[in-house]
C-alpha cells in the first residue's frame, strides 16, 4: 500500500504507507469486498479514527481508469487529514508528478 502526501511547501510525494495493523486489515477488507461507499471505523480504546472512500475523479477532468484509488481520512485530535492511497505505486507516483506538475507550487 502506498500515499500520496501532500506538501504544502514543497513537492508531493508517494511513500509506503504503514498504517497501524487493524487499519491496514480494514483497508485490504474494504478493497477486497469492492465496497463503494464511504466507511469510517472507530477504534475508541485505540483512538483511531479512519475513513476509506473511492476516489471520485468524475468531476477533476483526469481521463484515466483510478478505479485503484482511494481517499483515506484519519481523525486525529479534531485534525483530519485527507490522502490518496493505491497498492498501485507506479500509477499513484505517476498521478503525484501529474499534481506536482500542475500545481507548480
Keep these: ?3 500520496m ?11 509506503p504507507f504503514m498504517p497501524e495493523a487493524n487499519v491496514l486489515d480494514l483497508i485490504n477488507v474494504y478493497i ?5 461507499d464511504k466507511k469510517t471505523y472507530m477504534n475508541e480504546s485505540s483512538m ?8 471520485d475523479y468524475s468531476n477533476t477532468g483526469l481521463k484515466g481508469n483510478y478505479d ?22 507506479e500509477k499513484l ?5 501529474y499534481i506536482n506538475r500542475l500545481t507548480d507550487w
Design 32 to 36: 477486497e469486498n469492492k465496497i463503494l
Design 5 to 15: 502526501i501532500v506538501s504544502s511547501d514543497s513537492y508531493n510525494k508517494v511513500m
Design 93 to 97: 507516483k505517476a498521478f503525484c508528478g
Design 48 to 55: 483511531t479514527h479512519v475513513s476509506i472512500n473511492k476516489y
Design 1 to 3: 500500500m502506498f500515499i
Design 68 to 89: 485503484d484509488f482511494y481517499e483515506y481520512t484519519n481523525y486525529n485530535n479534531e485534525i483530519y487529514k485527507t490522502y490518496i492511497i493505491s497498492r498501485n505505486e
